[in-house]
């Protein structure tokens, strides 16, 4: 259902290179980049290598917060994504745990980007 989420970042090559480090787990990859005036658009894509996150330059320096959630094929992808934002002095919101209030297999971490806004990688499937 979702096609693309465009992040506003103070420092958009700043925060393609924490995405690519902290989600390399799901798979996350540069898929393409250019450049405006006002600095670089990145677009980050999965396996497939569409586009469909992409971080580009502040157009309204006001509060503009998101909740992304990027898919896990694991728990141990959840797992490592902890790992890797945790190297990357991010802030974790919440460590890797079940979530049965959401359902009963939910499984995830969640943590702040570069730019304050909240995001999580989930895991929907049994174990593994």
Do not use: K
Not at 75 to 85: I, L, N
Request: hydrophobic share 45%; charged share 20%; net charge negative.
């Amino acid at each position: 259902m979702l096609d693309h989420v465009a992040l506003q970042c103070a420092d958009p090559a700043r925060a393609a290179d924490f995405y690519l480090s902290v989600f390399s787990a799901v798979g996350v990859r540069e898929a393409m980049r250019f450049e405006r005036d006002e600095g670089p658009v990145i677009g980050l894509s999965g396996a497939d290598g569409r586009p469909q996150l992409w971080v580009g330059p502040l157009d309204d320096a006001g509060d503009r917060p998101i909740h992304l959630a990027l898919s896990a094929p694991s728990r141990e992808a959840v797992d490592e994504v902890f790992a890797a934002a945790r190297a990357a002095g991010a802030t974790i919101l919440h460590a890797p745990r079940v979530w049965p209030e959401y359902h009963p297999n939910y499984y995830g971490v969640f943590l702040r980007d570069l730019d304050g806004n909240n995001v999580e990688a989930v895991h929907h499937g049994l174990g593994g």
